[in-house]
């Protein structure tokens, strides 16, 4: 089961959820970069290394079985605020196109750096997959 939690009289949000209950299997990734299956990072660019974290982090998902609509929860960890902000319409384009229409429960930090030299940013994600009996 799944239920998003949206106080009364609050706006809705754009683009993320303020809240969401689930019930189910629970699935944790570790901060996820856009490193290729080998390590390397063939973008160098923050859009690029978006695109390949998430697709990383979906690759990640489907060992459990689980798919991007399990996603309850997501912090992102960006080393440049403002070349993220600068391209919102190609960061919605990407997750639209990786992702699809899922609005989990987002969190957006920017940090000095990331613990890989050549990071631009680092995804953590929670995914909720729902039991049999409460789909």
Known sequence: MRQLLQPDGWP???????????????????????????ENFVAKDMLGQLRQALLNTIAILHEANATPEDIVRMTWYITDK???VKHLEEVGAIWRETL??????M?????IALVEDD?????????VIPDEESE
């Open 100 to 105: 699809g229409k899922v609005f989990p429960c």
């Open 82 to 84: 403002d070349e993220y």
């Open 12 to 38: 809705r949000p754009k683009g993320y959820a303020n809240g969401i209950a689930a019930t189910g299997t629970t699935v944790y990734t570790a901060g996820v970069v856009g490193w290729n299956e080998e």
């Open 107 to 111: 969190a957006c930090v920017q940090v």
């Open 119 to 127: 990071a631009k940013i680092e995804i953590e994600t929670t995914a």
